[in-house]
């Protein structure tokens, strides 16, 4: 199809009115066709309207309604076909390889989506039937049920431009709630927004929703954003992105006259810890696949390992090497905008400006017109320690090792770590001790631990946490990835002593809807 | 015992050197003893060093030992036998048997948590185990349980001294959910307070338990509880009162370097719905039971009925007669406190001096020195939805009925209502297409809904819901009464291939804790 250059409100194509967005591809710095003209406050009114027209009935379509709809999205991503991978390669710079992978995993997280709504955990239903007789005041009958907040409005992330994008894990677990979303599309790959919200527009005329299900629009700066997030009719956030925009965006919520949960995934630097035993063993397969990790889609992940901590001596020294040696040998990739290339130069800049920061190496340049040159850099603890700078983020293929004196020192650079999305541990047998040490204040930092993994690839499924304490995210409370994130968007209601005929069917006698249901606190067989 | 007047800081009684408290009994106006100097800086900082430091051990206590330490909370409070009732009543003016109750059902509380605790559903243990051939990555075991945020700071309730203060269900909830507590007591019942404390401080002495598992701290003015929910170790906090102290509190957390989530309950007005064919049929048997739920604790209650809607006609003329003759026979319950009672007064007298609001009854004023007088108001629909100060609560026995022309125009009132804690339908076979009609709008109002009962009375149970959108509470998602108050506790971790030594027994192979489990998505028998 032909890029239109428009946003998507509900079933229509619009075009704004306020200042034109251009996409550029980052391997070549030449700007791509079409453009895409912003929206403005017009637009985020007529979205927000439809979006608000389209709740009551969305947030009642039946199980297996709604999961069809997620199946929809995901087999109309499909069917884009080869366009939607060059579209993202030309405007991410991102190999394609990555990107079909990607296509694979949100399509795949929307069908998750489909399965978790299917089977109905998410409703938590729980009862507790009428005890008239009981002394000294008779209980009424009472039962619950979860339903969507509202409409919900979703930030494009720029680092997964399919995944957490336009139909990403915020937009597949907000619809799965029952929940309208309105995208606000990343400035960065608007054609690939656009493919993909075309694909969600048709999925929504094809399974007879109302149209308010869904609507993307454009707009450069922050004033769409802040505007969408201050519209009283959005009831929750999304956003994937940096601390500075989370955070503003968490301060417009809370200024609303009804505030409203944001969830900003923002930022983490993912200690990894080599313990002594396992860097003896195994430096050097470590140091390989550290220097893999890192420089996965030139580490613009949120999981990137952006930190190593590890006791001082002859092994650390041999770690260190290697991985500098990979790390010079490592060819650069192309970073996903000129913006984001920028802002990692600096964040480099000012490792090697640091005088208690030392270069260990570079990656090589190469040939695009935004390259990662992957960086390696060695500090002290007691440095780290008196330099909070050293905690942030600089996002791309960058780390920093921490050499410490002993597992005491270790664990006070723990103990000093903001909110993570991830801890690795580098561990074998004889290490144990030292790990059960260190968990307790791991658990306290992160919302996930990975034994002799790497933190690099999230897998989408029942027990993941991508979250953690702030400023990894928002609301430590919650995940981002994975079926859990459907709570994200849901409230609880009580009903009590409704008769059968009013009561929502999910909660009826004789459970009609087949879900797993908590009787007098008692999960029902 | 002797009251002592003073601040419980882990095992240790303390005293402040800031402003004294002292209790006001305020039937009689009479001033109590002992004095409670309050706490400071200083206070606060010991008591979240405590916490801090009992949080490690706490947090990981096995279900069946943090089980009967709440089941010895509830013992030991029993133990202070009629002291406490006798004390309480002094302080709150509240009568006897209601402190029983509340006695009781504080206690009830403490123990389903308990049960709660045991039964283990609250560490959400989800299970997705390794595909080690899956194509084309493999799946690492990836294992999630809940653990608890970290120390809570819990605001006593005035109007629930008992059951919403120093061990009440915030408390009862956050120890459960693994957070040691530092409660700020309320100034208008200290004594009441101290003997609960004190009940608390030596459940953690009998349990064993590191002493920072709680704390009671005093202090007029908002100094000490702005710097506890300053302190970086707290973690969350849980509060019940004004909407003004609730917001001020949710802005400092919002403002910490780390924000914290608050669960506020703040304010509602419960709007009841007199449906037509109801109306007709019983119009005086409601008004008898209205106005009994109306008087209940000198509507010193959250879900005080504060706001009626019905269709006018003469069955709602009836209505409001019936109700007035019941609310002018009224004799007058002494209020909470002397602040309570003046703004009562006032928010009266704004309905009063409204010349748009017309007085149907005042109550009788008796003998105490802080009488609530009942009062009925009407107004027009019309009247009500163009002036937003109608919907203010007044803290007392007062209620506002409003006068629909039909039943679009009540849905109209329905859609401009604020956020409540719940909403009740006085409906009969006939109404339920107007109930139907109403029933959407309600659930996106009220985190509970009634037919044909009365919202003061909450059951503690697993299906309830005492929450629901802002102002009525800070946070929609949760509610403070009932099992499900746990999980503003908690936050998941995920781990993923740690080896069985280093996984938290209840995630370990063959689940040695037996609790629930989600695996591959499923929930397993």
């Known amino acids: 199809m032909t890029l239109e250059g428009k946003m998507l409100i509900g079933q229509k194509a619009v075009s704004g009115s306020s200042q034109p967005i251009h996409a550029v591809n980052p391997a070549t710095g030449e700007t791509l066709e079409p453009t895409y003209a912003g929206g ?269 901590i590890a006791v001082k001596g002859p092994e650390l020294d041999a770690f260190v090497e290697a991985a500098g040696d990979a790390v010079k040998q490592s060819g650069a990739q192309t970073m996903l905008t000129p913006g984001i290339h920028t802002a990692y130069e600096q964040g480099v800049g000012r490792l090697v400006s640091n005088s208690k920061v030392r270069e260990v190496a570079r990656g090589q340049a190469g040939e695009s017109a935004h390259p990662c040159l992957a960086g390696l850099f060695v500090t002290a603890a007691q440095d780290f320690l008196a330099d909070t700078e050293l905690q942030e983020e600089v996002f791309g293929s960058t780390s920093l090792v921490i050499e410490c004196t002993d597992l005491e020192e270790v664990k006070r650079v723990t103990g000093q770590l903001e909110g993570q999305l991830t801890a690795t541990l580098q561990m074998d047998d004889g290490d144990l001790d030292a790990a059960k040490q260190l968990l307790p204040i791991l658990e306290r930092k992160a919302g996930r631990i990975l034994a002799n993994g790497w933190p690099t690839g999230v897998e989408v499924c029942h027990a993941m946490v991508h979250g953690g304490p702030y400023p990894a995210t928002s609301d430590s409370r919650t995940t981002s990835v994975g079926s859990a994130a459907i709570f994200r968007f849901l409230r609880p209601v009580c009903y009590q002593a409704l008769p059968q005929e009013l009561l929502p069917e999910p909660l009826r006698d004789g459970n009609p809807w087949g879900v797993s249901r908590l009787v007098d606190g008692k999960r029902e067989a």
Chains 1, 2 share one sequence.
């Open 40 to 308: 403005g406050k017009a637009e985020v009114e007529r979205a927000c309207e439809l979006a608000e027209a389209a709740f009551g009935s969305y947030r009642e379509t039946s199980l297996e309604e709604r999961a069809t709809f997620l199946e929809t999205v995901a087999s109309e991503i499909e069917a884009i076909g080869d366009e939607l991978i060059e579209r993202a390669i030309a405007e991410t710079g991102l190999p394609r390889a990555r990107l079909e992978g990607e296509r694979g995993r949100t399509c795949g997280q929307l069908r998750l989506f489909a399965a978790v709504v299917r089977a109905g955990e998410w409703l938590d239903v729980r009862l507790d039937p009428a005890l008239p007789e009981r002394q000294p005041m008779p209980r009424a009958d009472l039962r619950q049920r979860h339903i969507g907040l509202g409409p919900v409005a979703v930030f494009g992330a720029s680092n997964f431009p399919l995944a957490f994008s336009v139909a990403g894990g915020d937009t597949a677990s907000a619809l799965a709630a029952g929940c309208p979303v309105i995208v606000k599309g990343h400035s960065a790959h608007p054609g690939t927004s656009e493919l993909v919200g075309r694909a969600v527009q048709r999925a929504v005329d094809k399974s007879g929703l109302p149209e308010g299900v869904f609507s993307l629009l454009f707009g450069s700066g922050s004033e769409i954003g802040q505007a969408l997030v201050a519209d009283p009719r959005i009831q929750a956030v999304g956003f994937t992105g940096s601390r500075g925009g989370g955070t503003a965006l968490m301060k417009t919520a809370q200024s609303r006259p009804q505030p409203i949960p944001v969830y900003a995934e923002m930022s983490s630097i993912n200690p990894v810890f080599l313990l002594p035993e396992a860097l003896r063993a195994r430096g050097a397969q470590i140091a390989e696949g550290f220097v893999a990790s890192l420089n996965m889609g030139a580490g613009q992940f949120c999981t990137n390992p952006g930190l190593v």
